[in-house]
Every structure is written in structure tokens, then in C-alpha cells.
């Protein structure tokens, strides 16, 4: 009894492998299910018989269907299999000691909290991701989040979304965010750089906030590390090295020894065949053009505008030309009306030099 409360204490297993019936209830508990609710599922004669149970014979039991239906949309608004990939996931992380039960738990309370209301998952944006992390007490660089999602994008059950067993998953990365030591950006009165010149604080540093000051520390610590890490194969760094003199002489030595050897294999191969010509070709970075390109620009005025402009003005320029032809028409029709006869009478009387030197001006 003293080692199971060491262990219940700690929030591990006792035994790395296996499980006691009160740690498959604490673990039941953990995952905000009722205490008894995985041990009801487990077969009696299994439970009456051992004290323990294996993780493999768990994983077994989980395969062969025992805690589907208990699980399938009772207790929590998820199906059966999905509730199966978060215990199968619990159970993987608790062997490897990587959490906790109280690790657990308060990682489904999180989740919980920060999920979509359609009950789909969390989404995968960082600064959901972040709160989330942040309320489990955990950080992570924004760099390794980023990478962390780029490597699962295509394995999720849904797009943009990220389920509990891919958070548990997460969790593995991260740190605790009391082990993590704050870090001052101020510098002394006195300090110099190699050169004899006064440092200066960085302002941006002072003025960011407390997570922001987190996730710029944890992304220079990630790149110092990857600083002294040796590149792999799906690097995307990795390039077709150059070859030296001597490197070049040897590799091209046996190129020709491996091709002539094939040739004297081959039974189709001819005598008279040419020697092949080998062309070191050395990768030149393309080299971008940095030449003013003028950018398309969006006319003001469409043409149908511009065309009801122009038919505007022709029509006011004609008002204008023929105002005082359409001033005397006007005058006379009015005089016409009031005085019969007018306009036969005044066409009939010769028009004085005044009003011609009127007419013609």
C-alpha cells in the first residue's frame, strides 16, 4: 500500500507496463469519465483473477471492441473509436512516463475548454493553440508548433482541426513553463560590446509581453540547438556538394572503371564506342532582378463615363452656338400668340441697318 500511494503521489504507474485496478480508475477520472467505467468494461474473470493488468492485454481488449459501446456518445459527445485512440494514446504516454495522470487531466480540461462547439476538435491556429498550452502550464517555441502541424497536416482526422490524442501528443514537446527561466533583455550601465561601445537595450524586448518575451526565448534556444545538430537526409538544406580537385580525379576514376565494367558485361557492347565526356556543373543561386517593373494602375474613370462626359459637353457647346437662334424663335412665337399676325407683318417690313448690324454681329 505504501508503494501504490508513492505512485498514485507521483501520478505514474508503479510498474511501467502495468496497471493496478485503482490506476485504471484514477486514469478513467483523469479523462473526466466515471471512476469505475473502464474496469466495469475489462472482463470479471480478468479482474478477479490478477491484481494487475498489462498494457498489451488493455490494448488487446481495446482492438477486440470491449469499451466501444460503452464509450460511443454516452459520457462525452465522442464516438467510441475516437475515445479508444485517447486511451490507447494515454496509456503509451504514461508507460514512457512522458505525463502524468494530473498531466492528463488537466490537459482534457484544457482541450475541453478551447474546442469548437461543433465538437470537431480545436483549431490548429497558434494563438488558440497557445492559450491552450498555456492553461495546461506548458509552453512550446512557435517554431516547433509550426513544424509539429506541418508534419501531422496530412494524417488529421479533420482539416484544420486538432484532436485530443494529437494534443497529448503535443504535449511531449513542450515544457513547463515554471522551469523555464526568465530572461532579463536589460543590459548594464556599464556594459560594452568587443569593440568598446556602450550596448544598448532593445526596445522591442521591452515592450513585448510576458508570452511574446517566452516565445522569443524559446526560438533562439531552438535555434542554438539546431545550430549543433548534424542535417538529415529530408533536409531541406541539404545540397549536392561541390567536389574538390582530388575528390572530383577519384570520383570520376571510377565512374569510368563502373561504366567500361558494364560494357565489357553487356554482350550488346561496341568496340568502337566513343569515351564519355564528363562536365562538372557547378548550382548558380538565380540571381533575382531588382529593375523597376511599373505596376498596372486602375483608370479613375471607366470608358462608358467618359463617354457620357463628352456627350455632355458636345450637347452644352451646341446650347451655346445657338442661344440667340433659339432666343429670337422663342420671341417671336410669344409675340405671335399675344399679337396675331405678328411674325407675317414683321417678316413682310424691311429690316432697318440697325437691327442688320445686329443680326450680323
Request: aromatic share 8%; proline share 6%.
Amino acid at each position: 500500500m505504501h508503494a501504490q500511494g508513492n505512485s498514485t503521489f507521483s501520478g505514474f504507474p508503479e510498474q511501467s507496463g502495468y496497471y493496478s485496478w485503482a490506476e485504471l480508475r484514477l486514469l478513467s477520472t483523469s479523462l473526466g469519465l466515471p471512476c469505475s467505467l473502464l474496469v466495469d468494461c475489462i472482463p470479471s474473470e480478468i479482474v478477479n483473477r490478477d491484481p494487475l493488468i498489462s498494457t498489451k492485454v488493455l490494448l488487446r481488449l481495446l482492438d477486440m471492441g470491449y469499451f466501444t459501446a460503452p464509450l460511443h456518445f454516452t459520457f462525452c459527445m465522442k464516438s467510441g473509436i475516437y475515445n479508444i485512440k485517447v486511451i490507447a494514446k494515454c496509456l503509451d504516454l504514461l508507460d514512457s512516463r512522458s505525463l502524468s495522470f494530473n498531466a492528463i487531466r488537466e490537459a482534457n480540461v484544457a482541450f475541453s475548454a478551447y474546442e469548437h462547439m461543433d465538437q470537431k476538435g480545436m483549431k490548429t491556429d497558434r494563438h488558440t493553440l497557445t492559450r491552450c498550452l498555456k492553461m495546461c502550464g506548458m509552453a512550446v517555441s512557435p517554431k516547433q508548433l509550426s513544424a509539429y502541424l506541418t508534419q501531422r497536416m496530412n494524417s488529421r482526422a479533420e482539416a484544420g482541426r486538432i484532436q485530443l490524442y494529437e494534443f497529448l501528443e503535443l504535449l511531449v514537446l513542450c515544457e513547463p513553463r515554471d522551469m523555464i527561466p526568465p530572461r532579463d533583455g536589460r543590459v548594464s550601465s556599464t556594459a560594452k560590446t568587443p569593440r568598446d561601445v556602450y550596448e544598448l537595450d532593445d526596445m522591442r524586448s521591452l515592450l513585448a509581453t510576458p508570452d511574446e518575451k517566452l516565445a522569443l526565448q524559446l526560438n533562439q534556444r531552438i535555434q542554438q540547438h539546431e545550430r549543433w545538430m548534424f542535417p538529415r537526409e529530408n533536409d531541406k538544406l541539404l545540397r549536392t556538394p561541390i567536389l574538390h580537385k582530388e575528390n572530383m580525379r577519384k570520383y570520376l576514376k571510377e565512374a569510368w572503371r563502373s561504366s567500361h565494367q558494364a560494357d565489357a558485361v553487356s554482350p550488346h557492347a561496341s568496340y568502337d564506342k566513343s569515351p564519355e565526356k564528363w562536365t562538372l556543373v557547378t548550382p548558380v543561386p538565380h540571381l533575382t532582378c531588382r529593375c523597376y517593373t511599373p505596376k498596372q494602375i486602375t483608370p479613375i474613370l471607366s470608358e462608358e463615363e467618359l463617354e457620357a462626359t463628352r456627350r455632355e459637353k458636345d450637347n452644352l457647346q451646341y446650347e451655346i452656338e445657338t442661344l440667340a437662334e433659339r432666343s429670337a424663335w422663342q420671341l417671336n412665337w410669344k409675340m405671335d400668340y399675344y399679337i396675331p399676325g405678328y411674325r407675317e407683318r414683321t417678316a413682310a417690313r424691311p429690316k432697318s441697318g440697325v437691327e442688320q448690324s445686329f443680326l450680323i454681329d
